[in-house]
């Protein structure tokens, strides 16, 4: 059963719900990541879509679906690294005995698709951010690593680190399309191609040559 978390209806909170496609109600306003998995119903193994929606989302741009997600994902890891921190070390007498010991994230698994869905206001699932070939999730900034300056920000250097990582993961999103753009421009001036001429432009081209 959905969880909902509402003081009114014009406040958007933080919440997080799990949930089977089809069978679990979406929340409004969430951005949303699928998996597929295999669970046992009435005895026998089916294939079902499972859910991750976190509520949240203020703005339809690509940074402002990315925040709540990101917001969970930055949660998951400094808890778990503080985990690791906090028992890092035995002392037996004089002797320091590292455990090794450290947690491991029920969150990463949602990074192994492509794309980040988006509910409307009536919890209605959208596609809206859709990465390219072969970027994955896992390979944004969403999947936050040790080296990351989110793992030990606080206060006013995190809120801002977090808009600025939300708009830097949405333009990642793209950038193969952007790069193949750039190369084909790069290249075309190198062999000194001239863009092929559409009737409209070769139509203006004749007039000023007339002119």
């Known amino acids: 059963m959905a969880k909902t978390n509402k003081t009114n209806n014009n406040e958007i909170k933080f919440n997080v719900t799990f949930g089977t496609q089809g069978v679990t109600p979406m929340p409004a306003n969430a951005a949303v990541?699928?998996?597929?998995?295999?669970k046992r119903i009435d005895g026998e193994?089916?294939?079902v879509t499972e859910f991750m929606a976190v509520e949240g989302v203020k703005r339809i741009s690509g940074d402002g679906i990315l925040?709540?997600?990101?917001?969970?994902?930055v949660a998951d890891a400094q808890e778990r690294n503080g985990f690791a921190v906090a028992f890092k070390v035995v002392k037996v007498g004089t002797e320091e005995i590292e455990t090794k010991l450290t947690a491991k994230s029920?969150?990463?698994r949602w990074l192994a698709g492509n794309v980040v869905y988006k509910t409307d206001s009536n919890g209605t699932l959208k596609s809206d951010l859709t990465l390219d070939d072969g970027l994955l999730l896992r390979h944004t900034a969403l999947n936050v690593k040790k080296t990351s300056p989110l793992l030990t920000a606080t206060g006013d250097a995190l809120a801002a680190l977090m808009k600025t990582t939300a708009k830097a993961i949405a333009?990642?999103?793209?950038l193969r399309t952007s790069i193949l753009a750039k190369a084909e421009s790069i290249y075309n001036d190198a062999v000194d191609n001239k863009p092929a001429l559409t009737p409209t432009s070769e139509a203006k081209t004749a007039k000023k040559q007339a002119a």
């Open 67 to 73: 925040l709540p997600l990101l917001a969970l994902m």
């Open 106 to 108: 029920t969150f990463t």
């Open 45 to 47: 193994m089916v294939e």
């Open 33 to 38: 990541l699928l998996r597929n998995a295999k």
């Open 171 to 174: 333009k990642q999103a793209n």
